[in-house]
């Protein structure tokens, strides 16, 4: 019994040196993680930052001299560069279009293939398969099929043409015009984005059907509820979490959208379908000033954290529904 | 539902494979495009390889930009494979100081938008060129891009590797331990072949999103010999005076695609639950 105390003394010193080392044995494995965010995260946000501060040119601008302090104009010319209110208002209207046709789409999608077997397995896999091509790819793809040279619509509208001319219904031929006008070039991108992301709010949309669970579909069939009644009042309340979280992803994705527009309208026709990304690029490596294009990266970041935080609170609001 | 005969299901399979084609559509098309002839490309007359040629020889060449393509894909995929699959370990098994700091601020990548990064890391790579051991550094841009494009993929890779170690009950770690094993060895012989599957999802999104990406290299890389296979295409198409040659553009967006294809059809079940762990709970 006298030698219990000491005994356990010594027991818990080893095991404080035990969990000390196991927490330097634990820090050492996320070391790498630390320099890796460190370097390529932490820093470059705190030297956007600086840049957005100064009046760093492109091609004079290094680390330790980002050239003259220019604040608040860095900021306050940021309103009255011409392309910046067309920007927001394109983005904006971007995003409405894509986020309800990409939900739009992605639900009728999961509803489709919300069953198992054999047949819907091949329908899932052909609707994620352009998910699996990488955007800039996809546009390249798309820029081919708006083609007039080599479109597959070409031939179809040829075919057309000449079938209304034999019929006396049409006196000159005509052609699609996919990116040719501002409303088209919008029209034709987010078919493109349409057809590569469904899969992707299909399979997001599929997991909330799916935890809706079957009594409650069975109660509403003894109740005698019809299928559109079923649809707006049991299943479409019970996905809101669903619908909210592809809402969040698709609202996020479609403001910071680039490589669509870079490859197929390249901004044009007449800048009208510039996003606020390629305004940041354009900034920056057209016109030169990383100051400015510092600047508004920074105030896109900043309104996309309030706009993800709104976004956040609306979420649970729905699940504690 | 149940009494539906196959003839009242008729329309709606009807309207399943009409979607199902016209999905799959355009990539049969562009495969067909790249090969068919078209005045103003390579292949006027008759079905060959013709745009496939043109792409071989134009500028530095496919071969090139199809190495470098593969470089920064392979050197992304490895430096998130080694810096997540520590870092997972550490914040599924482990408790230090900082943890939840380091792990909320690995997330917090995800909250800011690629193009406030890629401005100061474009400043941050002049800079890191005019350091002479830095600068010595064989291909030294892919390598930076390469790191770069794993920074992106870090939130996701880090996440996946933590929820596949915590889902290894401790006893068989412990087991490990008390078997004579360092935490080293348990760690490489037993818990890694465990989370096998949490490390072909984060193999598989990070070879994808390196091997696609177009924004960081349009940034990074501005020197021809040096470009990956998606900024080439676009800046050759960009370059070609006069008449634009869709063919050669069809046949490097095959050449692209193709690897994409077979990775999504072997890892298909991979590739459906990376994306709902990390749409759902990233």
């Given amino acids: 019994m006298t030698s219990a105390a000491p005994a356990r003394e010594v027991g818990s010193g080893r095991r404080l040196t035990a969990k000390r ?7 050492f494995y996320a070391l790498p993680t630390l320099v890796y965010v460190i370097c390529f995260f932490i820093i470059p946000v705190i030297l956007v930052a600086w840049m957005s501060a100064h009046g760093c040119k492109l091609l004079t601008c290094t680390i330790p001299n980002p050239g003259q302090l220019n604040l608040p104009d860095n900021y306050s010319s940021v309103s009255g560069n011409d392309l910046f209110w067309p920007a927001v208002f394109f983005t904006i209207e971007y995003t409405v279009l894509a986020t309800v046709l990409l939900i739009g789409m992605g639900l009728g999608l999961a509803l489709l293939v919300q069953k198992g077997g054999r047949w819907v397995s091949v329908l899932r896999t052909s609707f994620l398969v352009p998910g699996a091509l990488g955007l800039a790819t996809a546009s390249l793809l798309f820029w081919g099929v708006y083609s007039g040279a080599i479109g597959p619509f070409n031939p179809l509208m040829d075919g057309l043409n000449s079938l209304g001319t034999q019929l006396g219904l049409v006196t000159q031929t005509s052609q699609i015009s996919f990116l040719g006008s501002p409303n088209t070039a919008l029209l034709s991108t987010t078919v493109l984005i349409v057809w590569k ?3 992707f709010y299909m399979i ?13 579909y069975e109660a509403a069939s003894i109740d005698g509820a019809s299928r559109w009644q079923t649809f707006r009042f049991i299943t479409l309340p019970l996905l809101r979490p669903s619908i909210a979280l592809s809402m969040i992803l698709c609202i996020t994705g479609s403001l910071l959208a680039f490589d669509q527009f870079y490859v197929l309208t390249k901004g044009g026709p007449d800048n009208t379908t510039v996003t606020l990304v390629q305004l940041i690029y354009r900034e920056a490596f057209i016109r030169q000033n990383l100051g400015t294009a510092a600047a508004v990266s920074i105030i896109v970041l900043v309104a996309l954290f309030l706009l993800n935080a709104l976004q956040f609170r609306g979420l649970r609001g729905n699940v504690a529904d | 539902m149940e009494t539906n005969s196959t003839l009242s299901r008729t329309p709606s399979y009807v309207l399943q494979g009409g979607l199902a084609i016209l999905f799959l ?4 098309w562009a495969a067909v495009a790249s090969v068919s ?4 490309s390579s292949q006027v007359f008759g079905y060959g390889l013709g745009n496939y040629k043109t792409l071989y020889d134009s ?20 430096f998130v ?4 699959m520590m870092g997972g370990y550490a914040f599924a098994k482990f408790s230090f100081p900082g943890k939840n700091v380091l792990f909320l601020s690995t997330l917090a990548i995800l909250m800011v938008p690629s193009a406030t990064l890629l401005i100061p890391i474009y400043l941050l790579h002049n800079f890191a060129r005019t350091v002479p051991i830095i600068d010595q550094i064989a291909n030294m841009n892919l390598v930076w891009l390469a790191l770069v494009l794993g920074m992106f993929q870090l939130p996701f890779a880090t996440y996946m590797m933590r929820i596949s170690f915590e889902s290894v009950p401790r006893e068989i770690e412990e087991a490990a331990l008390v078997d004579g094993s360092g935490t080293f060895a348990a760690f490489r012989h037993i818990l890694l072949p465990l989370v096998r599957p949490g490390i072909v999802t984060v193999a598989l999104f990070a070879f994808l999103a390196a091997w696609n990406d177009f924004f960081a290299p349009l940034i990074l890389i501005n020197s021809s010999a040096e470009q990956p296979l998606p900024l080439a295409l676009v800046n050759l198409r960009q370059q070609t005076m006069g008449a634009v040659d869709f063919g050669s553009t069809e046949a490097g967006v095959v050449v692209m695609s193709i690897p994409c294809l077979i990775l999504f059809l072997l890892l298909q079940r991979y590739y459906v639950q990376g994306f709902m762990s990390g749409a759902i709970k990233g």
């Fill in chain 2, 59 to 78: 500028g530095v060449g496919l071969p090139t930009w199809l190495l470098n393509s593969v470089v920064i894909s392979v050197l992304t995929v490895t």
């Fill in chain 1, 197 to 199: 992301y469904a899969g």
């Fill in chain 2, 25 to 28: 559509f355009p990539i049969i």
């Fill in chain 2, 81 to 84: 494979l080694a810096v997540s």
């Fill in chain 1, 204 to 216: 997001i949309l599929l997991v909330g059907l799916q935890a809706i669970p079957r009594d409650v």
């Fill in chain 2, 37 to 40: 002839p078209s005045p103003g």
């Fill in chain 1, 21 to 27: 080392t196991r927490q330097l044995v634990g820090f």
